[in-house]
């Protein structure tokens, strides 16, 4: 009775979880990709290991700066795979194509564009750098919205509280036959 006893007081103690999801985020510009990662409570994955695939095969190892971004242009066009890896074996995964858009971007990008207000001259690079700014905050959010769509609800709690108490009932039930028969 005394170990059915423990074992319910173990199952019961609220544990602090330290594992928590990654996300990375790819910007592809020409042939430079930036990757940003980011664990699900928005804090950037320091350190993290980088692996960049193309047909399955290694091309790329780096790590991720103190930002959680890591920097790199891709040795030619096609689909490639990066793996980021953090700390405690975390890890996530993303695909993503370099070069499809080239052709546009070599015809647009080398243009300079006016605004709609006038007279405001800014290249697609710099444009791209802004909007990439500007996505910051919506990411985090994105984050944050992840996170919490991870977190357990009222009723997964009570399930399993539910179920917990059933196997404690179980093994009591079990304890008793056996104490009866001896």
Do not use: C
């Amino acid at each position: 009775m005394k170990k059915v006893l423990l074992l319910l007081a173990l199952t019961l103690i609220p544990l602090s979880a330290l594992a928590h999801k990654i996300s990375a985020f790819i910007d592809v510009e020409g042939n430079t990709v930036n990757v940003s990662s980011f664990f699900s409570d928005g804090t950037p994955v320091k350190g993290g290991e980088v692996e960049v695939f193309k047909d399955g095969k290694l091309v790329l190892k780096g790590k991720t700066d103190k930002n959680g971004e890591f920097t790199f242009k891709a040795p030619q066009k096609g689909k490639y795979k990066v793996v980021v890896i953090a700390e405690l074996g975390h890890r996530t995964e993303a695909e993503f194509t370099v070069g499809e858009t080239e052709k546009e971007d070599r015809e647009v990008g080398k243009k300079e564009k006016v605004n709609s207000e006038g007279g405001v001259k800014i290249s697609e690079t710099e444009l791209r750098k802004a909007v990439r700014e500007e996505l910051k905050p919506i990411r985090q959010e994105l984050l944050q919205i992840e996170e919490d769509l991870s977190r357990p609800n009222l009723t997964e709690i009570i399930g399993g509280i539910g179920w917990i108490l059933g196997i404690f009932g179980g093994a009591v039930l079990l304890s008793r036959r056996k104490g009866e028969r001896n």
